[in-house]
């Protein structure tokens, strides 16, 4: 899958998520890829199970490391062409504390409810496998602070259904950006994924791309 004017081209790289955000952000490279999704025999969330006492930064390389291996593993049994494999994985923490993705509106509003008023840290890590053997990896750290949010200004933002799915129960490409204050880093690294290093990587494995 790619843009309309790049459709009709064969791709660059497979992409192992289901993510709009990056797909809109490989768009703005000019990078062609091709989904690549796991089947119901896949157990995705077991992936992304943290481990007793890990922190943040080690959790979320671990995790695209076990999603960069298991896309590859698709790759070979569904027998297609072989090309680069891109991965990636976005968490927040605060403390220390991962902040993942919320099950519930409840508890998308502690989460926020947390995040007011203070600095968090948001790492995503990339990963892009070759087929032949290896690959390569690379991890984007920012700092994001929010300003203090009122009880009723969290409820209607977790009323609209944005904060589901997003680590950190926010999206800062959405109607969070108001939330934000000061970013120090990568903004495309807090959107999920960090597009300068992102080509690097496709570059070191020799994908041309615009």
């Known amino acids: 899958m790619s843009s309309p004017s790049t459709a009709h081209k064969p791709p660059h790289i497979y992409l192992a998520s289901q993510s709009p955000r990056l797909r809109e952000l490989l768009d703005q490279l000019g990078v062609r890829y091709t989904l690549l999704l796991g089947g119901p025999e896949e157990d995705a969330e077991a992936l992304e199970a943290v481990l007793e006492g890990e922190a943040a930064v080690d959790y979320v390389q671990r995790v695209t490391l076990l999603k960069t291996k298991a896309a ?40 926020l409810a947390r995040l007011s008023g203070t600095e968090l840290l948001v790492y995503t890590a990339v990963g892009v496998g070759d087929p032949a053997g290896g690959g390569h990896a690379a991890l984007s750290t920012s700092r994001v602070r929010m300003r203090p949010l009122e009880a009723d200004e969290i409820d209607r933002y977790v009323a609209d259904g944005e904060p589901m799915g997003k680590a950190g129960a926010y999206g800062i490409q959405g109607r969070a950006a108001e939330f934000v204050e000061v970013i120090e880093g990568s903004y495309s690294g807090i959107i999920g994924q960090p597009l300068f290093e992102t080509a690097a990587l496709l570059r070191g494995l020799k994908v041309d791309f615009p």
Do not use: F, N, Y
């Open 72 to 111: 590859l593993q698709r790759l070979a049994r569904r027998r297609l062409p072989p090309l680069p494999m891109l991965c990636a994985d976005t968490t927040v923490s605060l403390g220390g504390a991962i902040l993942g993705k919320p099950a519930d509106a409840a508890e998308a509003s502690a989460m």
